[in-house]
């Protein structure tokens, strides 16, 4: 039959699935979970370090300027990739998911140093001209080459412009008028300044008829041809032979318009940040917590949650197969995405089902009950995952590094989940009834549940949330006048002491996790130690928060007396926040663009602004509260608290929705003799059952996390839990009275 059919294709599915995630497609094992890209806090990559050029110490301002356009450029080969500032002079770029260094340094070139150099000097002596090179192998060929030093060059105004002078430079291709063929070339874009130069350095070699070269570390990239004078900064150098010569000296451009001049120090290929041990706990608690769903679906809502829980294992099985295809780089904040979008997929069930059996209590068939169970849910669930999911595109658009791995995990996430919710889910619940499970026993029936009066307590809920936010801030101030800083900031923000140590023995990860780590987080009172062990040999880079000169030393004792470490052999550099300002003010910008568009959509669809307000204010109230969280344990603020905040940022939103979903319908059937309060608490009441199912399915996810994981994860997992906590709590207790209040408020005259 097609049940049957259909049930044999969902298993084959699975099979199939399962097996590439397994073994992946060919004898490489491509396309399988071991062959995802893991962040370098996962999985490790190349660490590379630049020093400035000079004998002067260089401005802390172009240091800064520096290290946000290399952030900029090594974000091409991962959006995780990270630039942070070493001592007074040095600049630590370090890229995930990659092994050879060379090439990356190859790749990127030695930043600093693009000159664009006029054809000739004011008195028509040539600054360059054609001339013939011999390789090492003797063979002759000709380019141009320089006639003058730099020096020179710079003395006699011959330089009209430097790298510093280009905004942007982009690869692109054009449309030859003549021919109609596609040809390739980069775009150039000034700065205000540059814009002059440029236009004085066109005018000049236009009305010479000359060229004007563009010089960079030590040779000419391109000598292009001047037909005209460019005087609005934008210029174009054209034609280019293919996209990846265009692309090539684009990069070459960007690179070199950074403020200072630099040169490789050294280079490393890492392992992980959070180590071996931090991999494989996080993949145990992920198996638990998905087995604990599972049981619980099973255990609560019988056939239909056995359906979502195949459901729920082709969707975790498909995300893993996502993640090969669009090539997306895994990380700590990216694995907060996928909890988030488990318990989304989860939450979806548990609407449907709902639904399902309050049909089958109103005397509905069980076949008639799934199919108006399906359809009476699907407006909850498309609004809960559509404002979700515009969250995730801001952030992914607007946001940098962890936010972008948060962002696309998130959204993969939320389209899978709905997927298999409102089509595998249905179609496995179809058959399984089709082949003979039609009792309404095996489905359940709705109970009559009294209606809470959640709207009486309404004073009580709002002083308990002004309490805890304002005992937040009251608390950041004390820790402000007390330890300087207002919440427990970790190296990722603040910066901290780079601990480089040759041990006398190769030690694995799993050693240096269980043996070193606790005697390092013994001395520093830190529990956000990152290890990083260098490719090849026996030293291993240890980050922690800054170190004063005794912890120092102690740490070195420490190093000595427990693993016979040559104290020479040990040296400690401070290090800058490897999430930079413009990282945080990307994030903070892109939270609020994707707050204000939250609630232009939840305006759209509800057409009333009353809930959109609601929601954003509880969305606000439980980031304050978990705000609030951070400072009173003092929980270490790292580069997962942003993915933290996000996380619970879509999770507190979406469950609101569905109790909105549910007032919007009841007013729709609403007559003049009923009671808007008790309308609100009904609603409130009929959902409540789904508010706890989904928090505690989630729950499991975070808690196995949180039991399982190494210190730096549960300090992940913690603020997490009692986000998914506070999320419940606002939306079944603050939300809907936020909403009466507005409404009896703002909107009496509608409401007569």
Same mark, same amino acid.
């Given at each position: 039959?097609?049940?049957?059919?259909?049930?044999?294709?969902?298993?084959?599915?699975?099979?199939?699935?399962?097996?590439?995630?397994?073994?992946?497609?060919? &004898?490489?094992?491509?396309?399988?979970?071991?062959?995802?890209? +893991?962040?370098?806090?996962?999985?490790?990559?190349?660490?590379?370090?630049?020093?400035?050029?000079?004998?002067?110490?260089?401005?802390?301002?172009?240091?800064?300027?520096?290290?946000?356009?290399?952030?900029?450029?090594?974000?091409?080969?991962?959006?995780?990739?990270?630039?942070? *500032?070493?001592?007074?002079?040095?600049?630590?770029?370090?890229?995930?998911?990659?092994?050879?260094?060379?090439?990356?340094?190859?790749?990127?070139?030695?930043?600093?140093? #693009?000159?664009?150099? &006029?054809?000739?000097?004011?008195?028509?002596?040539?600054?360059?001209?054609?001339?013939?090179?011999?390789?090492?192998?003797?063979?002759?060929?000709?380019?141009?080459? #320089?006639?003058?030093?730099?020096?020179?060059?710079?003395?006699?105004?011959?330089?009209?412009?430097e790298?510093?002078?280009?905004?942007?430079?982009?690869?692109?291709?054009? @449309?030859?008028?003549?021919?109609?063929?596609?040809?390739?070339?980069?775009?150039l874009?000034?700065?205000?300044?540059?814009?002059?130069?440029?236009e004085? !350095?066109?005018?000049?070699?236009?009305?010479?008829?000359?060229?004007?070269g563009?010089?960079y570390?030590?040779?000419?990239?391109?000598? $292009?041809?001047?037909?005209?004078?460019?005087?609005?900064?934008?210029? *174009?150098?054209?034609?280019m032979?293919?996209?990846?010569?265009?692309?090539?000296?684009?990069?070459?451009?960007?690179?070199?318009?950074?403020?200072?001049?630099?040169?490789? +120090? %050294?280079?490393?290929?890492?392992?992980? *940040?959070?180590?071996?041990?931090?991999?494989?706990?996080?993949?145990?608690?992920?198996?638990?917590?998905?087995?604990?769903?599972?049981?619980?679906?099973?255990?609560?809502?019988?056939?239909? /949650?056995l359906?979502?829980?195949?459901?729920?294992?082709i969707?975790?099985?498909?995300?893993?197969?996502? +993640?090969?295809?669009?090539?997306?780089?895994?990380?700590?904040?990216?694995?907060?995405?996928?909890?988030?979008?488990?318990?989304?997929?989860?939450d979806?069930?548990?609407?449907?089902?709902?639904?399902?059996?309050?049909?089958?209590?109103?005397?509905?068939?069980?076949?008639?009950?799934?199919?108006?169970?399906?359809?009476?849910?699907?407006?909850?669930?498309?609004?809960?995952?559509?404002?979700?999911?515009?969250?995730?595109?801001?952030?992914?658009?607007? /946001?940098?590094?962890?936010?972008?791995?948060?962002?696309?995990?998130?959204?993969?996430?939320?389209?899978?989940?709905?997927?298999?919710?409102?089509?595998?889910? %249905?179609?496995?619940?179809? &058959?399984?009834?089709a082949?003979?499970?039609?009792?309404?026993?095996?489905?359940?029936?709705?109970?009559?549940?009294?209606?809470v009066?959640?709207?009486? @307590?309404?004073?009580?809920?709002?002083?308990?949330? #002004?309490?805890?936010?304002?005992?937040?801030?009251?608390?950041?101030?004390?820790?402000?006048?007390?330890?300087?800083?207002a919440?427990?900031?970790?190296?990722?923000?603040?910066?901290?002491?780079?601990?480089?140590?040759?041990?006398?023995?190769?030690?694995?990860?799993?050693?240096?996790?269980?043996?070193?780590? $606790?005697?390092i987080e013994?001395?520093?009172?830190?529990?956000?130690?990152?290890?990083?062990?260098?490719?090849?040999?026996? *030293?291993?880079?240890?980050?922690?928060?800054?170190?004063?000169?005794?912890?120092?030393?102690?740490?070195?004792?420490?190093?000595?007396?427990?693993?016979?470490?040559?104290?020479?052999?040990?040296?400690?550099?401070?290090?800058?926040?490897?999430?930079?300002?413009?990282?945080?003010?990307? !994030?903070?910008?892109?939270?609020?663009?994707?707050?204000?568009?939250?609630?232009l959509?939840?305006?759209?669809?509800?057409?009333?602004?009353?809930?959109?307000?609601?929601?954003? &204010?509880?969305?606000?109230?439980?980031?304050?509260?978990?705000?609030?969280?951070?400072?009173?344990? %003092?929980?270490?603020?790292?580069?997962?608290?942003?993915?933290?905040?996000?996380?619970?940022?879509?999770?507190?939103?979406?469950?609101?929705?569905?109790?909105?979903?549910?007032?919007?319908?009841?007013?729709?059937?609403?007559?003049?003799?009923?009671?808007?309060?008790?309308?609100?608490?009904?609603?409130?009441?009929?959902?409540?059952?789904?508010?706890?199912?989904?928090?505690?399915?989630?729950?499991?996810?975070?808690?196995?996390?949180?039991?399982?994981?190494?210190?730096?994860?549960?300090?992940?997992?913690?603020?997490?839990?009692?986000?998914?906590?506070?999320?419940?709590?606002?939306?079944?207790?603050?939300?809907?009275?936020?909403?009466?209040?507005?409404?009896?408020?703002?909107?009496?005259?509608?409401? @007569?």
């Open positions: 039959s097609k049940a049957i059919i259909i049930l044999l294709c969902a298993l084959l599915v699975l099979l199939g699935v399962g097996y590439v995630d397994l073994y992946g497609v060919d &004898a490489e094992g491509t396309a399988s979970a071991s062959d995802i890209s +893991l962040g370098l806090d996962l999985a490790g990559g190349v660490s590379i370090t630049y020093q400035v050029v000079g004998d002067e110490e260089p401005d802390a301002t172009d240091m800064a300027d520096t290290i946000a356009k290399l952030q900029k450029r090594v974000e091409n080969y991962s959006k995780e990739a990270i630039v942070y *500032q070493e001592g007074t002079d040095r600049i630590n770029i370090e890229i995930p998911g990659v092994t050879d260094a060379n090439k990356i340094l190859e790749e990127l070139g030695r930043p600093g140093s #693009l000159y664009f150099i &006029a054809e000739t000097d004011k008195d028509g002596n040539a600054n360059y001209s054609m001339q013939a090179v011999t390789d090492a192998q003797g063979n002759a060929s000709y380019a141009y080459a #320089l006639n003058k030093t730099i020096d020179e060059l710079k003395a006699d105004g011959s330089i009209m412009l790298g510093t002078d280009v905004k942007t430079a982009t690869a692109g291709s054009i @449309k030859d008028q003549t021919m109609g063929n596609s040809t390739y070339a980069v775009d874009v000034m700065t205000e300044e540059g814009t002059k130069k440029f004085e !350095a066109t005018r000049n070699a236009y009305e010479k008829g000359e060229t004007l563009i010089y570390d030590g040779s000419f990239v391109s000598v $292009p041809s001047v037909k005209g004078v460019f005087s609005d900064g934008n210029a *174009q150098i054209s034609p032979n293919s996209y990846e010569e265009a692309e090539s000296l684009a990069s070459t451009i960007r690179i070199g318009g950074l403020k200072l001049e630099l040169e490789e +120090l %050294r280079s490393n290929v890492v392992g992980a *940040q959070l180590g071996s041990e931090a991999v494989k706990t996080s993949l145990e608690a992920g198996a638990i917590g998905l087995a604990l769903v599972v049981i619980f679906m099973i255990a609560v809502y019988l056939i239909p /949650g359906a979502s829980s195949i459901a729920l294992i969707y975790t099985i498909l995300v893993v197969l996502c +993640l090969n295809m669009f090539e997306i780089t895994l990380t700590l904040p990216g694995i907060a995405g996928i909890i988030l979008s488990i318990g989304m997929a989860v979806a069930n548990v609407i449907i089902f709902a639904r399902i059996r309050e049909e089958i209590a109103s005397g509905k068939t069980v076949r008639s009950a799934i199919d108006v169970g399906f359809k009476k849910a699907l407006s909850a669930i498309v609004d809960g995952n559509v404002t979700t999911l515009i969250a995730a595109l801001v952030l992914g658009l607007k /946001g940098s590094g962890t936010v972008k791995g948060f962002a696309q995990t998130l959204a993969l996430g939320i389209v899978l989940s709905m997927f298999t919710a409102l089509v595998i889910t %249905r179609m496995i619940l179809k &058959a399984l009834y082949v003979g499970l039609k009792d309404e026993k095996f489905y359940g029936k709705a109970k009559d549940r009294k209606t009066d959640f709207l009486a @307590k309404k004073k009580i809920f709002f002083t308990i949330s #002004l309490v805890m936010i304002i005992g937040g801030f009251v608390c950041m101030g004390v820790n402000k006048g007390t330890s300087g800083t919440l427990n900031y970790s190296l990722d923000f603040v910066g901290g002491t780079s601990t480089n140590v040759t041990f006398n023995e190769d030690m694995d990860l799993a050693a240096l996790d269980s043996q070193v780590v $606790p005697v013994k001395i520093t009172k830190d529990a956000n130690v990152q290890v990083q062990k260098v490719a090849g040999g026996n *030293q291993v880079i240890f980050k922690t928060r800054t170190l004063d000169v005794e912890e120092r030393q102690a740490l070195t004792e420490a190093l000595v007396e427990n693993f016979g470490v040559n104290s020479d052999l040990i040296t400690a550099e401070t290090i800058s926040s490897t999430i930079s300002s413009e990282m945080r003010s990307d !994030a903070i910008v892109a939270v609020v663009i994707a707050a204000i568009c939250m609630l959509y939840i305006w759209f669809r509800f057409k009333d602004i009353r809930f959109a307000t609601s929601s954003v &204010a509880a969305l606000i109230h439980d980031v304050l509260v978990v705000l609030a969280f951070y400072a009173v344990a %003092r929980v270490s603020v790292g580069s997962t608290f942003i993915a933290c905040m996000l996380t619970i940022v879509g999770y507190s939103i979406n469950a609101t929705i569905v109790i909105f979903d549910r007032i919007r319908e009841n007013l729709g059937a609403m007559t003049k003799k009923d009671d808007l309060e008790q309308l609100v608490n009904r609603s409130i009441s009929q959902t409540l059952s789904r508010s706890i199912f989904t928090s505690l399915t989630t729950f499991f996810m975070v808690a196995a996390l949180f039991v399982l994981g190494v210190s730096s994860i549960r300090e992940f997992a913690l603020p997490l839990m009692v986000g998914i906590v506070c999320g419940t709590y606002s939306s079944v207790c603050i939300t809907g009275a936020l909403w009466y209040v507005l409404r009896t408020k703002i909107g009496t005259k509608k409401n @007569k």
